[in-house]
C-alpha cells in the first residue's frame, strides 16, 4: 500500500486514473483520518487479462510500480 501524503494527493491520482479510463476511488478525511487518504481500486471477476494488466499499468503509471509483497497480500493465490 501507498498512503497518499495528503487528501489532495490522493486526489491528484485519481483524476490521473480516470484519464486513462481506470475508475477508482478516493478516500478523504472526513471518510478516514487525517494523513490516511487513499484510492480504492476494485476489480471484477469478469475482467479478462488484458483489462487486469491495463488497470495495473495505469496505477504504476501514475503512482509508480507495485511492490512484490502488495500483490502477493493483494492476491495470496499469486504467491503460491
Given at each position: 500500500?501507498?498512503?497518499?501524503?495528503?487528501?489532495?494527493?490522493?486526489?491528484?491520482?485519481?483524476?490521473a486514473?480516470?484519464?486513462?479510463?481506470?475508475?477508482?476511488?478516493c478516500f478523504?478525511?472526513?471518510?478516514?483520518?487525517?494523513?490516511?487518504?487513499r484510492?480504492?481500486?476494485?476489480?471484477?471477476?469478469?475482467?479478462?487479462?488484458?483489462?487486469?494488466?491495463?488497470?495495473?499499468?495505469?496505477?504504476?503509471?501514475?503512482?509508480?510500480?507495485?511492490?512484490?509483497?502488495?500483490?502477493?497480500?493483494?492476491?495470496?493465490?499469486?504467491g503460491?
Amino acid at each position: 500500500a501507498r498512503p497518499a501524503p495528503d487528501a489532495a494527493t490522493a486526489l491528484a491520482w485519481q483524476a490521473a486514473c480516470q484519464e486513462q479510463g481506470v475508475a477508482v476511488g478516493c478516500f478523504r478525511p472526513p471518510s478516514v483520518p487525517d494523513g490516511v487518504s487513499r484510492l480504492r481500486v476494485t476489480a471484477s471477476a469478469g475482467l479478462d487479462d488484458a483489462a487486469l494488466e491495463r488497470g495495473t499499468a495505469v496505477l504504476e503509471s501514475v503512482l509508480g510500480p507495485v511492490p512484490e509483497s502488495a500483490l502477493e497480500r493483494a492476491l495470496p493465490e499469486a504467491g503460491a
